[in-house]
């Protein structure tokens, strides 16, 4: 089973930038597709941007589509969410998961870690 520890995130004011950083244990990081959720107080918990196994697909959810971007680092075990012209609405917890695939309609395959706390305000 991999093991996540999520973190970057923090406070910042609309339109600043953030980039999280999820790392992973174990040599089974690099078969699985990986996503990035966040939940929002008194939301769901959403599925925002997946990335393949070989970091070659991508999908993000329509309302990060154009200002997120996820990446991976197979040899550093690490997953990444660059997220840009931040809003408002963008805060919430973010969570890191390996992924039963590469698309919005994935679901997350393991145990949820502590995630980080991004919060975007004035």
């Known amino acids: 089973q991999v093991q996540l520890v999520e973190s970057g995130g923090g406070l910042v004011q609309p339109g600043g930038s953030l980039r999280l950083s999820c790392a992973a244990s174990?040599?089974?990081?690099?078969?699985?597709?990986m996503g990035w959720y966040r939940q929002a107080p008194g939301k769901q918990r959403e599925l925002v941007a997946v990335?393949?196994?070989?970091?070659?697909?991508?999908n993000y959810a329509d309302s990060v589509k154009g200002r997120f971007t996820i990446s991976r680092d197979n040899a550093k075990n690490t997953v990444y969410l660059q997220m840009n012209d931040l809003k408002p609405e963008d805060t919430a917890v973010y969570y890191c998961?390996?992924?039963?695939?590469?698309?919005?309609?994935?679901?997350?395959?393991?145990?949820w870690g502590q995630g980080t706390q991004v919060t975007v305000s004035v």
């Open positions: 998961n390996t992924n039963s695939g590469a698309t919005l309609l994935s679901s997350a395959l393991g145990s």
């Open positions: 174990g040599s089974m990081f690099r078969f699985y597709a």
């Open positions: 990335i393949s196994s070989s970091g070659g697909s991508t």
